[in-house]
């Protein structure tokens, strides 16, 4: 007796952990948007069959899918049978019908029920393209492999990163061939992990210089670093690039402390020269946006910004277009102190758009809402499109 108590203990605990996975939706129109707009619900233990119930009301069809209890299940497809009217509860012969199937494997509720010969399809399905082997920062759990029917689970397993679109975890292999739903993928989120390079161009001079360029290095130390997120080369300028100031992508890994400090090490004040923006946008396309350089390929965006407290001193109009019909994006973001006004036109010339000018009557210390908004709307739209899911 205390044998059989015991199996029955592990049994259960392996029930719990193992529970059944089915499909599930309420009142779909057919079985294939009940499988394409459902999602796959981990049954509680006490369930152990896939039930679909469909119901059909002159030539309005409704679907349903979810887990349930086994021997209900059963007594719901008993019902299938039953007479009912001219015929029986589940017809093809009268205006209202209602038939239930039952299943006892993991998302074998997918597609048309089975037990009800007039819903099974009249066309064999096909088989769609094979699933990726590789899922980089999760698996694919697939029932049926690619066949008709099929239905893959996508699932995460790297810290912070998550199945983008969001609730897209099951895709559906559908009657014609094709998968219900563009692959998902495995990425952070956005924000706070924005995926672009970025090139830092300073330039602060002044009696106040010191302590705006100090307040304005804190900022990057809070964007989160990786190979499938934000990275950062910068440089100071006056009328040349500072070339001993250069830190390039590949100096810091994924460290934002080091990253900092190598700010804080190479950044200086300039009190003598000009400030010759188009000089500097020129060396960061040519010296910075490179492979040697740590640079990303073309999947990833990428961005330009010029950080000072004084106007530009020469005409960077022609460069800055150039720059940006390579795609990318320039941004201006400016200290304005002790009634100094900064060249809107010019800067506008250069950033090309309003949205990307930023000045501040103090030094620029955060990630003001309006610039997260802008962030978001360049580099959160879809991050699959660009994501590296060739990254360690």
Not at 53 to 77: F, H, L, P
Request: a negative charge; charged letters at 20%; hydrophobic letters at 30%.
């Amino acid at each position: 007796m205390k044998i059989v108590s015991f199996c029955i203990i592990v049994a259960s605990f392996i029930v719990c952990i193992k529970g059944l996975k089915c499909m599930n939706c309420y009142s779909s129109g057919s079985f294939e948007d009940c499988d394409v707009n459902g999602k796959l619900n981990q049954c509680m233990p006490n369930q152990g069959s896939c039930e679909t119930v469909v119901r059909r009301s002159g030539s309005q069809m409704t679907v349903m899918k979810g887990c349930k209890n086994s021997r209900a299940c059963r007594d719901n497809q008993m019902q299938n049978t039953r007479y009912s009217g001219r015929s029986t509860q589940c017809n093809a012969d009268q205006i209202n019908s209602v038939c239930t199937c039952c299943c006892n494997k993991d998302m074998c509720n997918a597609g048309a029920p089975t037990c009800v010969e007039y819903y099974r399809p009249a066309q064999p399905l096909q088989d769609c393209p094979q699933v990726p082997q590789n899922f980089p920062h999760g698996n694919i759990e697939c029932h049926n492999e690619n066949r008709g029917g099929a239905v893959c689970e996508y699932q995460c397993t790297a810290k912070d990163y998550g199945v983008w679109p969001p609730k897209r975890t099951t895709n559906v292999c559908l009657a014609n061939g094709t998968w219900a739903h563009e692959e998902p993928c495995c990425t952070r989120p956005c924000p706070p992990y924005f995926l672009f390079d970025a090139i830092m161009m300073f330039h602060f001079g002044g009696p106040n210089g010191e302590q705006q360029l100090e307040n304005t290095l804190q900022v990057f130390g809070g964007v989160p670093l990786a190979e499938d997120a934000f990275k950062e080369a910068a440089f100071y300028f006056s009328g040349e690039p500072i070339e001993s100031s250069v830190m390039k992508f590949n100096e810091y890994g994924a460290n934002a402390t080091r990253m900092v400090q190598l700010l804080k090490e190479r950044i200086r004040v300039v009190n003598e020269g000009g400030m010759n923006v188009g000089a500097a946008i020129q060396y960061a396309m040519d010296n910075l946006f490179i492979p040697e350089a740590g640079a990303r390929d073309d999947r990833v965006p990428k961005s330009i910004s010029i950080i000072t407290n004084r106007n530009p001193d020469d005409n960077a109009k022609e460069i800055a277009e150039e720059a940006r019909r390579r795609g990318i994006l320039i941004y201006f973001f400016g200290t304005e102190e002790d009634g100094y006004i900064f060249d809107h036109e010019k800067i506008l010339d250069i950033t090309g758009e309003e949205e990307h000018i930023y000045i501040w009557g103090q030094a620029f210390n955060t990630l003001t809402p309006d610039l997260v908004t802008d962030l978001n709307n360049h580099f959160c739209q879809n991050p699959c499109d660009h994501v590296l899911h060739d990254h360690n």
